[in-house]
């Protein structure tokens, strides 16, 4: 009797549990949780919205190549946002400055603690750079040229990231061998402007390009794969911790070689161009991309190396220099047969490459075309690679953002 007694009174406890927990605040209604947070959409700043959609990927026009790598397919695509332009040198430069003040304050021990006893770095404290505790940041000795010079090796990113695919393929309770922490060097190469070119005089755009103000609104270059996807990762968490109030979003990314491709033509299905014509020049013979439209002529169409990154007029998406001015990285690893195997809905194919890996594991797929190159690259459908630890003084990237919800037309 006293068994049942015990037994009568956990069960007693039990309805109490549940109905202390809200059971009875909705009159027994199905209502769901309520006091959810609000969500009413974003609008990234310098991004723009791309709609769902169905495209025909592929080659728009005749594959001079006869390489038969851009086999044509129909596929849909969920809505997201892109840059409206490729990342620009100032844009990047605020992420190198961020990782250098981090060191900063690091050793200063600048930190304050949050509300839950974590540590953080107080972003409100100046950094005198001129202290002698942080010389060991600059170069020493006989490194040390041309007075106190920040040592670029020095600015190493750290980050961990899921992969997803794995999780949903693998046991799920082994959590710490599906947290892959990565690091890089994020300070872009900029002697590839002399590696890239034998018997060139490039030397003033290595020693200028990426810090002179002349260049601020020009796309980065020197960039390979791993950096882009260290300040994709930073511009996420840079979002975050300065929308605390706001529900966490998806995170900015590189764009899948497809969304690239259905962004590039700007709404119109199977057009050879962003433009949507089958031409390179408009009617009055203005080119209308930055590309090598001629043997040995690299300046007619108005820029010799890159160009601004606005430069040119945009596509009916609002996208400017989707052909030609660089290259850009998409997150996409490059597979010769890539069309023939992939999904028909959000297709795509990802592979991390370890250090030790083959070559051909470590291609990565680039598209649009660049400022050196001939106009077949510049199409809609032609798919390209690089490897991804290689940096190249006509790749740069823009960022992507899937979209949550059906249409953003849902929201007005």
Same mark, same amino acid.
């Given at each position: 009797?006293?068994?049942?007694?015990?037994?009568?009174?956990?069960?007693?406890?039990?309805?109490?549990?549940?109905?202390?927990?809200?059971?009875?605040?909705?009159?027994?209604?199905?209502?769901?949780?309520?006091?959810?947070?609000?969500?009413?959409?974003?609008?990234?700043?310098?991004?723009?919205?791309?709609?769902?959609?169905?495209?025909?990927?592929?080659?728009?026009?005749?594959?001079?190549?006869?390489?038969?790598?851009?086999?044509?397919?129909?596929?849909?695509?969920?809505?997201?946002?892109?840059?409206?332009?490729?990342?620009?040198?100032?844009?990047?430069r605020q992420f190198v400055n961020w990782v250098k003040d981090s060191l900063g304050h690091v050793m200063m021990e600048d930190y304050i603690e949050d509300d839950y006893g974590n540590e953080k770095i107080d972003w409100d404290l100046e950094l005198d750079w001129s202290d002698e505790l942080l010389d060991d940041l600059y170069y020493q000795g006989e490194e040390a040229f041309n007075g106190r010079e920040f040592d670029v090796r020095k600015l190493v990113y750290e980050y961990s990231w899921k992969d997803w695919k794995k999780i949903a393929s693998s046991d799920f309770n082994d959590r710490l061998a599906n947290i892959n922490k990565e690091e890089a060097q994020i300070y872009p190469d900029t002697l590839c402007w002399i590696r890239d070119?034998?018997?060139?005089?490039?030397?003033?755009?290595?020693?200028?390009?990426?810090?002179?103000?002349?260049?601020?609104?020009?796309?980065?270059?020197?960039?390979?794969?791993?950096?882009?996807?260290?300040?994709?990762?930073?511009?996420?968490?840079?979002?975050? /911790?300065?929308? $605390? #109030?706001?529900?966490?979003?998806? @995170?900015?990314?590189? =764009?899948?070689? %497809?969304?690239?491709?259905?962004?590039?033509?700007?709404?119109?299905?199977?057009?050879?161009?962003?433009?949507?014509?089958?031409?390179?020049?408009?009617?009055?013979?203005?080119?209308?991309?930055?590309?090598?439209?001629?043997?040995?002529?690299?300046?007619?169409?108005?820029?010799?190396?890159?160009?601004?990154?606005?430069?040119?007029?945009?596509?009916?998406?609002?996208?400017?220099?989707?052909?030609?001015?660089?290259?850009?990285?998409?997150?996409?690893?490059?597979?010769?047969?890539?069309?023939?195997?992939?999904? /028909?809905?959000? $297709? #795509?194919?990802?592979?991390?490459? @370890?250090?030790?890996? =083959?070559?051909? %594991?470590?291609?990565?797929?680039?598209?649009?075309?660049?400022?050196?190159?001939?106009?077949?690259?510049?199409?809609?459908?032609?798919?390209?690679?690089?490897?991804?630890?290689?940096?190249?003084?006509?790749?740069?990237?823009?960022?992507?953002?899937?979209?949550?919800?059906?249409?953003?037309?849902?929201?007005?």
């Open positions: 009797m006293k068994k049942v007694g015990i037994a009568l009174l956990g069960i007693f406890g039990v309805l109490v549990l549940f109905s202390s927990c809200g059971g009875n605040s909705e009159g027994g209604q199905l209502t769901g949780v309520l006091e959810r947070p609000k969500w009413n959409g974003i609008n990234p700043y310098g991004m723009v919205y791309i709609p769902s959609g169905q495209l025909h990927i592929g080659q728009s026009d005749q594959d001079i190549f006869n390489s038969h790598i851009q086999r044509p397919r129909s596929i849909s695509i969920s809505g997201f946002f892109m840059d409206d332009t490729e990342i620009t040198n100032n844009e990047y070119f034998a018997y060139s005089y490039n030397e003033p755009f290595a020693r200028n390009y990426f810090w002179h103000p002349s260049f601020d609104d020009y796309p980065v270059v020197g960039i390979d794969w791993k950096k882009a996807n260290a300040f994709t990762h930073w511009r996420s968490k840079f979002w975050d /911790d300065n929308r $605390p #109030d706001e529900v966490h979003t998806e @995170a900015f990314r590189l =764009p899948t070689e %497809y969304e690239w491709e259905y962004a590039a033509r700007g709404g119109h299905d199977m057009a050879p161009y962003p433009w949507g014509g089958y031409y390179v020049r408009n009617a009055k013979g203005c080119l209308l991309a930055n590309f090598k439209p001629g043997r040995g002529n690299y300046p007619e169409d108005g820029g010799q190396y890159t160009v601004r990154a606005d430069a040119y007029f945009p596509n009916d998406y609002g996208l400017y220099n989707m052909a030609g001015n660089v290259s850009e990285w998409t997150i996409t690893a490059y597979f010769d047969n890539a069309n023939n195997i992939v999904h /028909d809905m959000n $297709p #795509d194919i990802r592979y991390d490459a @370890a250090v030790d890996d =083959p070559p051909t %594991y470590k291609r990565k797929v680039i598209r649009g075309g660049s400022w050196k190159d001939v106009y077949y690259y510049l199409q809609t459908g032609t798919r390209s690679w690089e490897y991804q630890d290689t940096n190249k003084s006509y790749i740069g990237f823009r960022c992507a953002l899937t979209f949550l919800g059906r249409s953003i037309n849902d929201f007005k």
